[in-house]
Each structure stands twice: as structure tokens, then as C-alpha cells.
């Protein structure tokens, strides 16, 4: 008895877009529908190894497509797992709902071309209906008890679905072609798609009868790329099989052929794609697919490269893994721990040489993917070694496009340098008038500017390079270059030290202490943390990020005696110890020093003191009066 269904309404607007527009890739539905008969073979394969009852157990694994030009029809058939009535009511007609949403929502962003990745969203099987008329599959599980049943929709709201008779298992998909898709039911164009988009599918594709006399010919190759040997595979072999398993369309940046048979069976293609953010339509789980002795593992298999490399796409195929794993114990298995150290192995080695041999390619790598790398040097000390080579960094030398390496940083190093000096900040604008960089310019030597998140995390583990020192500039303890101190006019103690004592009546608590500074040539002030904590500026850094409340700690604040600004604040505070201005001077010269440190709590309150601060300046004072007029408002 047939049984009618309504689809749910997203799915029904689906239907609807899809049949009525002109898409210009249309043949891509065929490769949603090998890509589902795939599936359905590989789950097969999957259950036999465990299952020894299954209906049609000798049936040839394999996707057979035929077509009749005079009916205009086309039929898809394959014999893997098939589907009960149920799982035909279901797979094709309720179970797609947010995935259709989510298309849809695809189409009206990116347009014509979300219909080439329609298969991301778990509808795949509905491109059928942008050149199907009417479509019905017929279908018998391999689960012996089962029954064969009919799925029938014409592209109306509703599907009916009744018994039916199939005396072989999988499933059988006949398509009655829209007048406009005819070019469909010709074998010689399947060919051409089966060969341009499912080449590599695992298993034999058939097309069309063959003649009496011939044994029948797949139109696909079938050998999977990766058990090629990679001098027998051609860039663009690897650029459409890029293609094929990331419906990615641009090209990747790097791809890796792994193909060893001892001390492990190994082989494997990674790519690291053409860019980290490949929109809203790329997929959100991460992993390689994972094959063992052709059988489909795992579609997405996150323990075959540490977390730090999920942005690396791929294949692995390995005849060492158990054949009865679980999905489960991927992950505990030993050859799985080896398989991985082999690929972040070649993975690291392959991107030092894209560095060495490619330096543009390599900068368009770093400035997608660094941030990953930053965090593998955060927490995967067993790559430490490999990662640290592959690192890159602004500077005070390299400008805001450049790169160095940190080889690069030591090459550069002046005469007795022997340390490779570093600082955080906001942004390289703030960064580069940090006051910390004072004696650094002055001596003219190279800093290195950290500005992300991550870096913080990164340099907690980056305290060496190649026998020199890594230190951070912020450190009071740092040891920066000698600077000529003798440039400037200090001011006299007379006039200092007042000034510093009215320093640390108004800024009190908010800091450890203020005192003069020795190191600073062109800035006002600094703020350090407390002496004697190497690392305490990062690791502060570091605390403010992952603890929810976490306070900061107090600040050393540091002034310039041969600074005008801090003369003049000198000569106010002798002028008239009662100023009321001087208190807000001060209180800003700290929080600016807070902002160029990245590390103020809320800039926005700046803003009522600043402009009491401009209010001041903006009226004609009454101290300025006698030194201004001769200049402004001398007559000719
Ligand atoms: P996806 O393949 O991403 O799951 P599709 O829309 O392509 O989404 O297919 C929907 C579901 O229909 C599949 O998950 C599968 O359960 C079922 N299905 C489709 N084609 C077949 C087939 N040839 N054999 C068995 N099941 C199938
Ligand atoms: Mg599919």
C-alpha cells in the first residue's frame, strides 16, 4: 500500500529552487548520487566485517548507470547497504531539514555556486531534482530480514513510499529527465562527468550495457591517488583530488604524498588548503578521511594529526590498523600514535621546504595558518623543535608587511648582542611607540612585535633560540643596550624629586612605585612589572586570558627626567604646588601608559579627563600670557 508523505516546508522550498532555476553545473548531481552509492558500498564493506548474515553477500561491489535516451530516463544503481522503508521515509525525507535551511541560506549568499557544494549540507541527494522530472528509488537493505520498498516523488510537496520487488541488494535510483536535461541520458557525456568528478571512488562505476562478447569496463580508475606512487601522480591529479574531497574550488598551498610500505604501511595525501577561511560553507568538523585495506574508517578522523594541524585536509590509508577497530579505539591504537608521528613528521618537513624553495607561497601560508603553528609551540612541546624554524614575526626592522624568521633575527643581531629581544602590544601602531623600545632605537636594535592572543601562549614556551636568550623588553629586568644618557638636559634633583614625590602622592595605590627611569630616551614614563620577575609581563599576559577575573598586577611606574613634558610638570608643580590640573596630568600620563601596554581596563574612561585637560589648554592661560604675545600679536 503506498503511503504518502508531505516534506517538511524547508525542504519543500528546497525542492522548489532547485527545480525551477538554471544552474550552470547541473551534472554535479550525478556525482551526489555516486557519492551516496559509495557511501552506501563503503558502510557495507564496514558492517560485513562483522556481520556475516547480510542479504546477497556475493553481490559485486559496485555502482552500475545506465540510460535510455528514447525515455529519456537515466537509472543509478549500486549494491551497498540499501534502505528499509523506513530509512527511505527518513534518509530522503525528514532527516534533511536544517541541512536544507542551511543551504538555502547559502544560495542567498553565494548564489549560483553553493549548488557545486550542495553535498556539505547533507542534501546532496535533492540535486537530482535540478534535472529530474520525476525520481524513484527502489531499495533492499542488507539486513536479511528486510524488506525491498519504493521512495517515488515528483518534485510536488510529497513522496509516496510502498512496497515493492528487488531481488538484489542496494539501491536503484531511476530518474525521468526534465525535457531540458535529455543531454543526460547519453552515456558517452556520463562518462566524460564520472570521469571529471568520481574518478577515484573506490569502486567500479559501470556505464551503460556492455556488448554481449566484453567484459564490462568501469569508466573510473578506481586506484585510489594515494596508493600511487607520487612520481606516477601529476600536480593536477592532485589539484582535482584537492577538489574532489574538500569541494574546496580554488587550489590547495601545499599538499604531502606519504607512501611508505615499512616499518609502517602508510599512505596518505595532505593538503593545507589555499586559505584558512573558506567561508561559511566549509566544514566544520575537522580530520582526515581514514582508510584501512580500502574499507572507509572514519569520514573524519581528529587523532591522526594533533589538534594544533586541524586545518590540514586529507587522506590516510593504512593496511597496520586492526581490521576490526571501532571508530572508538582509532584513537588508542598504537600503529594509529605512529601513523601520526610519521605524518606531523613530513608535514613540518614539507613546510620548511615550501619556506626555503617558495618564500611567497610560504608568507601566503603563514599569514593564513601561523596562528596554528603559534599554537603547537604552545602546546605540543614534541614539535617544538620543527615548529620553532617555521615561525614567523613583524619587527621593528621588517615594517608592517614584512616577515622574519627568527634565524633571520639572529643573522641581523649587531655586535655583541647575544640576546633575541621581544615585546607585546595591541597592534603594531601601538607597539612601535612603546616606550619599552626607547634604548632599542636608539642602539638600533631589532625588536620583535607580538600582537595576537596567541602569541602570549607561544612565547611562555619560546625562551631560547638557537643558544641565545629570548627576552621581553617589558621585563625590568631586561638588559637592554646602553644608551647615551648624557643626550638631554636632566632635570635637576632639586626639581625631580618633588615631582616624583607628587608622582606617587596621586597615583598611590594604583602602582608598586614610581621612580625615575634610566631608559627611556624619547617616552615620558613607562610602566614595568615589579622587579625581579623575568616573564612576569607574559605571564600576566597569559592569566589575563584564560582567568575570567583576573587582576592585573601593580605596576613599577617609570619617569624621564630629560623629558619636556615631565619639565614642565616639574616647573608647574615649583610654580604652584596647589595646580589643580596636576593631578589629572599625572593620573593620564599613567593611563597612557596602560593603553600603549595594551593593558587598560576601559580607554573610554579617558575620555571626561582628556578633554578637562583640552579645556585648560584651549583657554588663554593666565601663566602663558607674558611669553605668547610677542610672537602671536606683534604688528609690522
Ligand atoms: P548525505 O549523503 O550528506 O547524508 P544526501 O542527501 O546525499 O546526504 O543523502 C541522504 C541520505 O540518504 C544518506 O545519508 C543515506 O542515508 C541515504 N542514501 C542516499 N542514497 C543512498 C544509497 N544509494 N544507498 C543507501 N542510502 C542512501
Ligand atoms: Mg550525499
Not at 106 to 128: C, H, K, M, P, W
Not at 324 to 332: D, G, I, K, L
Not at 551 to 565: A, D, T, Y
Amino acid at each position: 500500500m503506498a503511503e504518502t508523505f508531505e516534506f517538511k516546508a524547508e525542504i519543500q522550498q528546497l525542492l522548489h529552487i532547485l527545480i525551477h532555476s538554471l544552474y550552470t553545473e547541473q551534472e554535479i548531481f550525478l556525482r551526489e548520487l555516486i557519492s551516496n552509492a559509495s557511501d552506501a558500498l563503503h558502510r557495507l564493506q564496514f558492517e560485513m566485517l562483522t556481520m556475516h548474515d547480510a542479504f546477497d553477500p556475493d553481490a559485486e561491489l559496485a555502482i552500475w548507470i545506465t540510460a535510455d535516451p528514447g525515455a529519456g530516463t537515466l537509472t543509478v544503481r549500486d549494491s551497498g547497504v540499501g534502505m528499509t522503508r523506513d530509512e527511505l521515509v527518513t534518509n530522503l525525507g525528514t532527516i534533511a531539514q536544517s541541512g536544507a535551511t542551511a543551504f538555502l541560506k547559502a544560495l542567498q549568499e553565494q548564489g549560483d555556486t553553493a549548488t557545486n557544494i550542495i553535498g556539505q549540507f547533507g542534501v546532496g541527494f535533492y540535486s537530482v531534482f535540478m534535472v529530474a522530472e520525476r525520481v524513484q528509488v527502489t531499495s533492499r537493505s542488507f539486513r536479511p530480514e528486510a524488506a525491498a520498498a519504493r521512495w517515488t516523488c515528483d518534485g510536488s510537496p510529497h513522496f509516496t513510499v510502498e512496497e515493492a520487488e528487488m531481488d538484489r541488494r542496494g539501491t536503484e535510483i531511476v530518474i525521468t529527465l526534465k525535457e531540458e536535461a535529455r543531454e543526460f541520458a547519453n552515456e558517452w557525456r556520463l562518462r566524460q562527468i564520472v570521469h571529471r568528478h568520481s574518478d577515484f571512488i573506490a569502486f567500479p562505476i559501470y556505464v551503460g550495457q556492455p556488448a554481449e562478447d566484453e567484459a564490462p569496463q568501469p569508466a573510473n580508475q578506481q586506484v585510489a591517488l594515494w596508493r600511487k606512487a607520487p612520481r606516477e601522480v601529476d600536480e593536477e591529479a592532485y589539484r582535482n583530488f584537492y577538489r574532489q574531497i574538500t569541494l574546496d574550488a580554488g587550489d590547495p598551498l601545499l599538499h604531502v604524498h606519504v607512501s611508505s610500505e615499512a616499518p609502517i604501511d602508510l599512505h596518505a595525501i595532505l593538503y593545507v588548503p589555499g586559505r584558512r577561511d573558506r567561508g561559511p560553507l566549509a566544514p566544520r568538523e575537522y580530520g582526515l578521511r581514514l582508510y584501512s585495506r580500502k574499507v572507509l574508517i572514519q569520514e573524519r578522523a581528529p587523532d591522526l594529526l594533533p589538534e594544533y594541524l586541524r586545518f590540514v585536509e586529507g587522506v590516510v590509508d593504512s593496511e597496520d590498523l586492526p581490521l576490526n577497530v571501532s571508530r572508538e579505539t582509532v584513537q588508542a591504537s598504537a600503529p594509529v600514535r605512529k601513523i601520526r608521528n610519521n605524518l606531523v613528521r613530513r608535514l613540518l618537513r614539507e613546510m620548511e621546504t615550501l619556506a626555503t624553495e617558495q618564500p611567497d607561497a610560504y608568507r601566503t601560508f603563514w599569514e593564513q595558518f601561523g596562528g596554528f603553528l603559534k599554537e603547537g609551540m604552545a602546546i605540543a612541546p614534541d614539535d617544538h623543535e620543527a615548529l620553532i624554524g617555521l615561525l614567523r614575526f613583524r619587527s621593528s626592522q621588517t615594517g608592517p608587511e614584512g616577515w622574519t624568521s627568527l634565524a633571520g633575527y639572529v643573522e641581523r643581531m649587531k655586535e655583541g648582542q647575544d640576546k633575541v629581544y621581544y615585546l607585546f602590544g595591541e597592534d603594531l601602531t601601538s607597539i612601535a611607540h612603546s616606550p619599552h623600545l626607547d634604548p632599542f632605537k636608539a642602539s638600533g636594535t631589532e625588536v620583535l612585535y607580538l600582537t595576537e592572543p596567541i602569541d602570549s601562549f607561544m612565547m611562555m614556551s619560546l625562551r631560547q633560540f638557537d643558544g641565545h636568550d629570548v627576552q621581553n623588553i617589558a621585563d625590568a629586568a631586561v638588559d637592554a643596550p646602553e644608551v647615551d644618557t648624557a643626550a638631554g638636559e636632566a632635570l635637576p634633583d632639586d626639581l625631580f624629586n618633588p615631582l616624583l614625590k607628587r608622582f606617587n602622592e596621586v597615583l598611590g595605590e594604583q602602582v608598586v612605585a614610581v621612580r625615575e627611569a634610566r631608559r627611556l630616551t624619547e617616552s615620558p614614563a613607562r610602566l614595568v612589572p615589579p622587579d625581579g620577575a623575568p616573564g612576569a609581563d607574559n605571564l600576566e599576559r597569559v592569566r589575563k586570558l584564560v582567568e575570567e577575573d583576573f587582576q592585573l598586577s601593580k605596576r613599577v611606574m617609570e619617569i624621564n627626567r630629560r623629558h619636556p613634558l615631565i619639565r614642565s610638570l616639574a616647573l608647574t608643580l615649583q610654580a604652584d604646588p596647589m595646580d589643580l590640573l596636576l593631578p589629572d596630568m599625572i593620573t593620564q600620563l599613567y593611563e597612557n601608559a596602560l593603553l600603549v601596554e595594551g593593558i587598560h581596563p576601559n580607554p573610554a574612561e579617558m575620555v571626561s579627563r582628556i578633554q578637562a585637560i583640552m579645556a585648560a589648554a584651549a583657554r588663554p592661560h593666565p601663566r602663558d600670557k607674558g611669553e605668547e604675545a610677542p610672537h602671536s600679536a606683534a604688528p609690522e
